[in-house]
């Protein structure tokens, strides 16, 4: 079974960091492409940013650009997301979300979700 | 960046009525379009891949349609269960993209 399990969030003020990780097991975590997606509350599910399986390609939503920093350890079957310079709108509960990998598309649809972590961004 | 347009933004239905959502991309996707369930509480679920498949273990009265830039999710005969708000998301380009979101209410 999936298991996607993150943790790393909490409250902040505008302006610091914060680290988000995620725990994969269940599935060759090497083997698929990773995403972090938010939801602020509220509002609808945003894509916040995703890594393929080797690292070779790293993507962002232009909101998050400049400012968050996915990265994964294979070995520790871990996704991360630095979350720096951070504002009030990305107050929201962020998930880790697995690839489905069907296709040789950098992307394809998300399969696997976990239950999410809130980040709080107030002063 | 590509522009998912949902509609409607909410709707209230009977146990057993035919329900259709529709999505539009602001340019053309092929059939990389996905549908997910959102319950409130609980983790998005992916119901339809590549614009018609049916993931599994999604009940078949769920479906999708379309290609191109017009895409339609249809419940055939709504159960109370699937009260939920309900996403469209576009695979097709490298920065990825969701629909407003659809509010399905019994």
């Known amino acids: 079974e999936v298991q996607l399990v993150e943790s790393g969030g909490g409250s902040v003020q505008p302006g610091r960091s914060l680290r988000l990780s995620c725990a994969a097991s269940g599935f060759r975590f090497d083997d698929d492409a990773m995403h972090w997606v938010r939801q602020a509350p509220g509002k609808g599910l945003q894509w916040v940013s995703g890594?393929?399986?080797?690292?070779?390609?790293?993507e962002y939503a232009d909101s998050v650009k400049g400012r968050f920093i996915i990265s994964r350890d294979n070995a520790k079957k871990s996704l991360y997301l630095q979350m720096n310079y951070l504002r009030p709108e990305d107050t929201a509960l962020y998930y880790c979300?697995?690839?489905?990998?069907?296709?040789?598309?950098?992307?394809?649809?998300?399969?696997?979700w976990g239950q999410g972590t809130p980040v709080t961004v107030s002063s | 960046d590509i522009q998912m347009t949902q509609s409607p933004s909410s709707l209230s239905a009977s146990v057993g009525d035919r329900v259709t959502i529709t999505c539009r991309a602001s340019q053309t996707i092929g059939t990389s379009l996905n549908w997910y369930q959102v319950k409130t509480g609980k983790a998005p679920k992916l119901l339809i891949y590549g614009a018609s498949t049916l993931q599994s273990g999604v009940p078949s009265r769920f479906s999708g349609s379309g290609s191109g830039t017009d895409f339609t999710l249809t419940i055939s005969s709504l159960q109370s269960v699937d009260s939920a708000t309900y996403y469209c998301q576009q695979s097709y380009s490298i920065a990825l993209s969701f629909g407003g979101g659809t509010r399905v209410e019994i």
């Open positions: 890594i393929s399986w080797n690292s070779g390609t790293l």
């Open positions: 979300v697995k690839d489905a990998g069907r296709t040789p598309r950098v992307w394809d649809e998300f399969d696997n």
